[in-house]
């Protein structure tokens, strides 16, 4: 399963039974491919990089490092939460890296899509080359690779995993669930006994924030951008749909409409929500929100979140619309 297309032939991965062969063979590839050597593996806290890390966790055990960056476009608490996760609880070898300032610097100014994810892309890359030159025995890096980032990577959009490598990188990749869709992911992140609710969070790209803060990322868009989506899902969670929807969250655009707030003019963002429902992320359909809930979330967004003063749903399916903005 080196190559980077699926076998016609590979069946469909639905069940444990289907899972647990899958897992003891790359568990198999892990271990001929890396041998006594050391991995570096980008852990975001999401499905894919997650579900990755069990998978070496499980064939090389220690030889794995997990290096957590905060590029500062993770979502409100997100970071804290890897820390509390897989730290403490897991326990895991886990490296913490707040390379903040470096990202924001790096991508001011600039508003093209394919430009950002390739800049954060190639960053990553570099975070990574220099906590790997701080280490001895680093010889592979591992990515959350999954066949749908492949398959989009050609013609449609970047994915930092396949489109933002340096061609003069040290590091040979790990990709065991590259040939994985999403839902395939999942069951093979249970059949590894990771808990229930961190195999079915909602995806989270691995540009992050940065391809929703639509446009130049500038920091008090981005910061507006953070707080309604951690409204939107906090009260999903209240509502229940958190479970039922694949994936949902706040886009901003780099461009202000007038409103009224404290009986002024006043000048603010819109926040766009987006919700999908998928099984393989190549088509989505739009959930319908309750407009009850939508109510709500609007009127907390509008009046919580410094300078958003719409809000707005995005009713377009995939295709024609992609799922995530950029």
């Known amino acids: 399963m080196q190559n980077n297309l699926r076998p016609e032939s590979m069946e469909r991965i639905t069940t444990k039974v289907l899972a647990d062969a899958f897992i003891e063979e790359q568990v ?19 499905v894919d990089s997650s579900v990755v890390a ?18 500062g476009l993770m979502r409100k608490g997100e ?6 996760v897989f730290g403490k609880e897991l ?3 886990l490296i913490y890296v707040d390379a903040t300032d470096r990202f924001l610097d790096l991508l001011r100014g600039v508003a093209e ?11 990553f890359i570099k975070v990574f080359d220099e906590e790997a030159a701080k280490l001895e025995g680093i010889d592979f890096l591992a990515q959350g690779t999954i066949y749908p980032d492949i398959l989009e990577s050609d013609g449609v959009k970047a994915h930092h995993n396949v489109g933002g490598l340096p061609d003069d990188m040290a590091m040979e990749l790990v990709e065991p669930v590259k040939l994985l869709y999403k839902d395939e992911v999942r069951v093979v992140g249970e059949a590894l006994g990771l808990p229930h609710a961190m195999v079915y969070r909602q995806p989270f790209p691995g540009p992050g924030l940065g391809v929703r ?9 981005l910061n507006a951008l953070r707080e309604a989506d951690a409204i939107l899902r906090e009260e999903f969670d209240n509502c229940g749909l958190a479970e039922s929807v694949w994936q949902y969250f ?18 603010g963002w819109p926040a766009i929500i987006r919700a999908v429902n998928t099984t393989d992320a190549m088509s989505a359909t739009i959930e319908e929100i309750p407009y009850a809930v939508l109510h709500k979330i609007c009127d907390r967004i509008t009046h919580e979140v410094e300078g958003i003063n719409r809000v707005l749903y995005d009713l377009t ?7 995530e903005w950029e």
């Open 28 to 46: 198999k590839e892990i271990r001929a491919q890396v041998g006594d050597k050391k991995v570096l593996l980008a852990l975001s806290g999401g």
């Open 54 to 71: 069990a998978l070496l966790i499980k064939a090389i055990g220690k030889q794995l490092v997990c290096v957590h960056v905060n590029h």
């Open 79 to 84: 970071s804290e939460q890897v820390i509390e």
């Open 91 to 93: 326990e895991a070898n």
């Open 113 to 123: 899509p394919e430009r950002k994810r390739k800049i954060i892309g190639g960053e």
């Open 213 to 221: 803060c639509l446009g130049a990322i500038e920091r008090d868009r």
């Open 250 to 267: 706040i886009a901003v655009p780099d461009f202000k409409s007038v409103g009224v707030r404290d009986d002024k003019r006043y000048e």
């Open 317 to 323: 399916p995939k295709p024609i619309g992609t799922i």
